[in-house]
């Protein structure tokens, strides 16, 4: 039997913080595992919020990977917000995980996704918090493994100190691969120690252990530059390549996504197209560690697509990949896919676009409901800018883009820019805001008017490893803040909005994208001196990471402002993509002459490395999907259509040409309601228990809506243009309050029998929803609030002082002609006289320590008063000795005319 602790959250830790469900869990498709029947248990983790963790789709997937084996369990943790944070150092509550609540220094892995450099100051957080030490050789046998993966990987020795081991690449076999290892390890008996464990993972390819490697500098000891990584064994390898999926079709992937009951980033299906670019943009990373591009087949996606959508009740799905539009089949896919869940309602959209008008004909296809607006990249203000950095559109491309974006009724336009890139000139940047305003003038010249809103969004560029850039220095704050004002001064329509980059965020990114072991010294400085959740611009404390290189004796203008010579030892090259440093110095000299590389995955190979290097290739379908089209204007021709051919020829195929024309209202549908539909009301009295206490009353009803789009009951939705499940609720119910008592009515396209919609909608409910009653209703009604006039709650806190004193305090109240509460919200403040909205008196009632309160509340169409600011007046005003903070209420009865509202049917 495991001695694992598992940590209980007070009720009053969960009562105090902003979004209490960050640290409850139980969402949908959650895993909960026996934890003492499984041999090897990770602890998944992405140092930020929960909200920023639950986007990932990495992380979910290795999610469903290693719960898929019956001896793996894996579990999830995120960076508690400060506010949690201040309420567990308080009460010395270690980091614990959010399926079983164990504390996280229990389990064999902890795994942190690492997406961005400005993070790593949360990961020494998280560890401080679970009670493990920050520093990889100061953990004892009794200590989980710490291991990293991401897209930071290509240069993990900032961190390497902190870390056990990397895995490099693609994790999805490697994981398995690694568990593996421990659970044969912990067979034998745990031979060597954790050092032993460690040598045996140097044998995995894609893993990379720092602890057998040693830098080695030019000068004595840490002085100089880098020089060297020495393997300390001989099974460590000189240069770890990342681990890569070969068939993306094959691979497995999300099947039961997990459902928050919050809302989050990204919070809809992403279904993954494919992986990898080559498109070849030179500042891009991603585009080269991401390589090749391995595409899934569209019957393989359709299925998936079915699978995600049945077991989430998502209505939302983001066709996913560094660039959807180049999937070939895409234009068929979309096709397809809005067909299948036509009668569904779910929505498509795509991340991002190509600068062309394929693209827009796609998205007018994908958003025939609501047109929310348009993002393009061109990246750079000149032709000459976007050549050096081999974007490969023009401006006629974009303009074009645009231009039929505005004809189809599009009017806001959101287009991304960087500075700062290698070359670039005040020309360069006062080209940004002249292409911003020839978009403006160009729908004005399309429509007529003005009306048009272009947002513009500039980062300052960053230099990263395994780039053609990556030799390149980084500009200083002062000038990034000198051309950011130059932009400025360059905008004056007032149809575009300009947004920017904190510089000085961005700097100290650069210097820990390119830095070595020695900054690790200086990452657990600003740590400790209160550098956490850096990413978030309001958080991040500038002065503490300066302060830290000064601390430290560390120049930061060493690691990003320098200019790098070619043959110069790279302290990230031993973990690498696959890709050749000759390659990368090629597309450098290009770079400096402005010429083009073109696109490999359609064009001749550029000679990267990365296919040979890894033995992986390239998978698209474009030439399957060309010959598809070829046997259709064949069979067409064959049958002398004409039009046919020509629309077979023109359907969104692989050379992204093509135009999509609106289908045309079909009778009964959003664009032509037709006749007069019969619907069905039903009315449930349901719960709202204590594993959903801390969630939302918008995040409860949406509960509902996704369960009733994974029970497949014939929903009603609203006619028009943005149509919505037909689904209302009775009075909003506070956060961190229960009931016994909510109402929901909802409306079917077709009678059914009331156990077979109880039994369909049950199963799909989470713990802390049940469906107690559930009605027909047959004559017309008011709405649910129309007829909601009272709810009734209970209310049990701790109480130390005597029972005569708190009866006489609930007395006083009563007498009181009228008690006031100071109601503050953030955009107003208010007295609210509570006495108007008290049925009857208070009721008390002691027991075992605790005081027991019941309300009975009027609700009228001007407001209501909540049972916690009329016990907070009976504390603060009538001297009742309890803490507001430690109440638990739950409200047992909504009422409308003395009955239950569920007892109005009929």
């Not at 001896?71 to 995120?78: F, L, P, S, T």
């Not at 243009?721 to 956060?735: D, I, Q, R, T």
């Amino acid at each position: 039997m495991s001695k694992a602790r598992t940590v209980q959250v007070p009720h009053e830790v969960l009562q105090a913080v902003l979004k209490p469900s960050r640290y409850t869990g139980g969402e949908w498709n959650a895993v909960h595992k026996d934890w003492d029947s499984v041999d090897c248990r990770w602890a998944l983790a992405l140092p930020d919020v929960y909200e920023v963790g639950m986007s990932n789709l990495g992380l979910a997937i290795l999610y469903e990977i290693l719960n898929s084996e019956e001896k793996i369990v894996a579990e999830r943790v995120y960076a508690p917000w400060t506010d949690m944070e201040e309420e567990m150092r308080a009460r010395k509550m270690p980091l614990f995980s959010l399926e079983s609540k164990h504390e996280i220094s229990a389990f064999d892995f902890l795994g942190f996704s690492l997406q961005y450099e400005m993070i790593y100051s949360n990961v020494l957080n998280m560890l401080d918090l679970a009670g493990i030490p920050l520093w990889a050789k100061d953990r004892g046998e009794d200590m989980p493994f710490i291991l990293g993966g991401g897209p930071c990987v290509y240069n993990v020795e900032p961190l390497a100190d902190f870390f056990d081991f990397f895995i490099i690449g693609e994790g999805e076999d490697a994981v398995k691969e690694v568990s593996a290892a421990l659970i044969e390890w912990k067979g034998e008996g745990r031979p060597g120690g954790r050092r032993g464990f460690l040598e045996r993972l140097l044998e995995i390819p894609g893993i990379y252990v720092p602890s057998f490697y040693q830098p080695e500098y030019t000068g004595a000891g840490e002085e100089g530059d880098f020089k060297a990584l020495q393997p300390l064994s001989p099974k460590a390898q000189p240069i770890i390549y990342k681990r890569v999926i070969k068939d993306m079709n094959t691979a497995k992937s999300v099947e039961r996504p997990l459902v928050p009951f919050m809302d989050i980033v990204h919070n809809r299906i992403m279904l993954e197209l494919f992986r990898g670019c080559s498109r070849g943009c030179r500042f891009c990373q991603a585009g080269i560690c991401y390589r090749p591009a391995r595409e899934r087949r569209e019957e393989n996606l359709r299925k998936m697509a079915r699978n995600l959508v049945d077991s989430s009740g998502y209505d939302e799905m983001s066709l996913t990949s560094l660039s959807s539009a180049d999937y070939s089949c895409l234009g068929r896919l979309v096709d397809d896919l809005l067909a299948d869940f036509k009668e569904e309602k779910v929505s498509f959209s795509l991340p991002s676009l190509r600068i062309d008008s394929f693209s827009i004909d796609l998205a007018h296809k994908m958003q025939q409901v609501r047109k929310s607006g348009l993002t393009f990249a061109p990246e750079a203000g000149t032709q000459r800018m976007r050549d050096v950095i081999n974007k490969g559109v023009t401006e006629e491309n974009l303009l074009t883009a645009c231009g039929a974006a505005f004809r189809q009724g599009w009017k806001q336009v959101k287009l991304y820019f960087m500075m700062g890139l290698p070359t670039e000139t005040d020309e360069d940047i006062i080209g940004i805001a002249e292409l911003a305003k020839k978009v403006v003038d160009l729908y004005t010249e399309i429509k007529g008017r003005r009306g048009v809103k272009v947002t513009i969004s500039v980062s300052c560029f960053v230099p990263k490893p395994f780039t053609p850039f990556q030799w390149f220095g980084q500009l200083p704050i002062e000038e990034f803040e000198r051309r950011q004002r130059l932009l400025k001064e360059h905008i004056r329509d007032r149809a575009i909005t300009f947004n920017y980059h904190d510089a000085r965020l961005s700097v100290i990114e650069g210097v820990l994208a390119r830095g070595d072991r020695r900054l690790a010294k200086v990452i657990y400085q600003a740590w400790a001196d209160g550098a956490k959740f850096d990413g978030w611009s309001d958080l991040y404390k500038d002065e503490i990471w300066h302060e830290a290189f000064k601390k430290c004796g560390i120049d930061l203008s060493y690691y990003n402002a320098r200019h790098r010579e070619f043959g110069e030892a790279l302290p990230w090259a031993h973990t690498s993509p696959g890709v050749n440093e000759e390659f990368l110095r090629r597309e450098w000299e290009k770079a400096m002459q402005g010429a083009l590389t073109e696109d490999c995955r359609r064009g001749r190979c550029s000679a990267c490395g990365i296919c040979t290097n890894l033995k992986v290739n390239v998978v698209d379908f474009a030439k399957e999907e060309e010959m598809i089209k070829a046997e259709e204007a064949f069979a067409a021709s064959v049958r002398g259509e004409g039009e046919a051919v020509q629309e077979a020829l023109g359907s969104g195929a692989a050379d992204g040409e093509g135009t999509f024309k609106p289908q045309k209202a079909v009778k009964g549908s959003p664009q032509h309601p037709g006749t007069q539909r019969k619907l069905y009301k039903y009315r449930a009295e349901i719960t709202k228990g204590d594993e959903l206490r801390y969630v939302s009353h918008l995040d409860y009803a949406n509960i509902f809506l996704r369960a009733f789009d994974r029970s497949k009951l014939p929903m009603a939705y609203s006619e028009g243009f943005n149509p919505h499940m037909k689904v209302a609720f009775a009075s909003a119910l506070s956060l961190g309050v229960t009931s016994r008592a909510e109402y929901m009515d909802f409306e079917l396209t077709r009678e059914m029998a009331q156990p077979e919609v109880w039994d369909k909608l049950k199963a799909q409910l989470p713990p802390g929803v049940e469906v107690r009653e559930l009605k027909l209703l047959k004559e017309k009604a008011p709405a649910l609030m129309a007829q909601t006039d009272e709810a009734r709650y209970s209310l049990v806190v701790p109480y130390e002082g005597t029972e005569e004193e708190a009866m006489a305090a609930v007395a006083a109240y009563n007498k009181a002609p009228e008690a006031v509460y100071n109601r503050v919200t953030p955009k107003k403040k208010r007295e609210i006289e509570t006495k108007q909205y008290m049925m009857k008196p208070v009721e008390a009632a002691m027991a075992d320590g605790e005081l027991q309160l019941d309300f009975d509340i009027s609700v009228t169409p001007e407001g209501s008063v909540k049972p916690l600011e009329v016990f907070t007046v009976i504390v603060e005003s009538f001297g009742l000795k309890a803490q507001p903070h430690q109440a638990r209420i739950e409200r047992t009865a909504l009422m409308g005319k003395g009955r239950r509202l569920i007892d109005l049917v009929n």
